[in-house]
C-alpha cells in the first residue's frame, strides 16, 4: 500500500461555503445539460462533484460544457452535410 505525502488540514472534510454551494449548483445543471451523457453516466457525475472542491467544480462544469458544445458542433456540421448527401443519390 502506498502512503500519500500529501495530507489535508481537515481529512475527508469540506467546507460548504455559499460559493461551493453556487459552483455545485452550476455544476450539476452542467451535468444535467450533457447530451453526450446517458442517465447512469450523469448520476456518477453528479456524485463526483459532491467530492470535488470549489476550483476542481468550476473547471469540470467548464470541461463538460466545452465538451457538449465540441460535440454539438459537430452534429451540426453533420446534419448541414447529410441533406447534400441525399439529394446525390
Excluded at 14 to 41: I, P, S
Aim: glycine share 4%; no cysteine; net charge positive.
Amino acid at each position: 500500500m502506498e502512503i500519500s505525502t500529501v495530507q489535508l488540514t481537515n481529512p475527508g472534510v469540506y467546507e460548504f461555503t455559499d460559493e461551493r454551494g453556487k459552483r455545485l449548483r452550476h455544476y450539476n445543471e452542467a451535468v444535467r445539460r450533457a447530451q453526450f451523457l446517458d442517465e447512469d453516466q450523469k448520476k456518477k457525475w453528479q456524485m463526483l462533484g459532491y467530492l470535488l472542491d470549489t476550483g476542481q467544480l468550476a473547471e469540470a462544469e467548464r470541461v463538460i460544457i466545452s465538451e457538449d458544445l465540441a460535440r454539438l458542433k459537430t452534429r451540426q456540421k453533420l446534419n448541414a452535410i447529410k441533406p447534400k448527401f441525399e439529394q446525390r443519390k
